[in-house]
């Protein structure tokens, strides 16, 4: 009897343990589209781009530093299935008597996709299915999409704040089955003193970041960041870009293990709000910089799923 017992009550543990794991699947495209900013939309969150954007940026910055944000490109940084091969070009000398030398380099890379990185509305699909339903199918080319493509977004200048996950936490780097919730992110923000505005760049960090070079395979592995719950929070504040130090800003895997990285799908195809992944905030939290402005521009790569970046704040 209390052998049976014991397995009754695990099963019954095992249930409730099941019917609480978080799990989530995407809603129609009647319920998502067409996008808040209007059917046909292609530019999302970077709406929130414009002179407004820019003052406010600029009021937020009092001592006239600078950090950079993005990490230097090269073969040796966490690329995982993608390539990044530089090859310079032999120096030749121009016709002249003042010996004019040249240099040149061939870049081979998926440069959409690579390094610190801006993740436009082409990259990730709900079945056939992108940002404001608009259809795989009718806009992917050969030479690139003909919607949605990455040079649509142009400069990006907004007000941003640091949500420092791992000083919250008392750690360097939190741990890489770490997800990161609701009330993580609103104790972060309550001990930095500062609130959400729509338009707002979210930047958490959770120390992954400095794994970059130190332990690639690390770095591409598993991985702490925003949860289901945190990202539906964030979508609420109406950001015009969610980043992080990690490599998909969400949990890598995600606790459920039935779906795959449904934060991009929650960001990018339902709501049309950028990720920046990959960022380098080891300076920025070292010097506990929590509100600052962030300035960035993708490359207008047509019909791109993305650009590599070097993000600057200012503050």
């Known amino acids: 009897m209390n052998r049976i017992t014991t397995i009754l009550l695990l099963t019954l543990v095992a249930s409730l343990s099941a019917a609480n794991a978080q799990t989530w699947s995407p809603p129609s495209e009647a319920e998502r589209c067409p996008s808040k900013w209007g059917a046909g939309d292609e530019r999302g969150s970077a709406n929130h781009m414009g002179p407004e954007s820019v003052l406010r940026a ?126 993580d992110l609103q104790q972060a923000l309550a001990r930095a003193n500062l609130t959400l505005e729509p338009g707002d760049a979210v930047i958490i960090n959770t120390g992954w ?13 598993n991985a702490p960041g925003i949860g289901v719950a945190a990202a539906q929070w964030l979508v609420t504040q109406d950001p015009m870009i969610v980043g992080s130090d990690n490599q998909p800003v969400e949990i890598q895997p995600n606790p459920d293990p039935a779906i795959s990285l449904p934060i991009h799908q929650i960001m990018l195809a339902i709501n049309g709000i950028h990720l920046l992944e990959r960022m380098n905030l080891e ?33």
């Open 58 to 183: 600029t009021r937020v910055i009092r001592q006239g530093q600078v950090v950079e944000l993005g990490h230097v490109l090269h073969a040796g940084m966490p690329l995982g299935p993608r390539h990044f091969d530089l090859y310079v070009k032999p120096t030749f000398m121009n016709p002249g008597d003042n010996h004019r030398g040249s240099n040149e380099e061939l870049v081979v890379t998926e440069l959409g996709q690579v390094g610190t990185q801006f993740d436009g509305f082409a990259h990730q699909t709900i079945g056939n299915t992108l940002y404001n339903c608009i259809q795989v199918d009718e806009s992917l080319t050969r030479t690139g999409f003909n919607r949605l493509g990455v040079e649509k977004v142009g400069m990006l200048m907004t007000r941003a704040v640091l949500l420092d996950i791992a000083k919250l936490k008392g750690v360097e780097i939190l741990a890489d089955d770490y997800e990161i919730t609701t009330d």
């Open 209 to 221: 970041g400095r794994l970059w070079t130190r332990d690639v395979q690390r770095f591409l592995g």
């Open 283 to 315: 300076e920025l939290a070292a010097r506990e910089v929590y509100e600052f402005a962030l300035v960035l521009q993708p490359l207008k790569i047509q019909g791109a799923t993305g650009s590599t970046v070097a993000p600057t704040a200012i503050y």
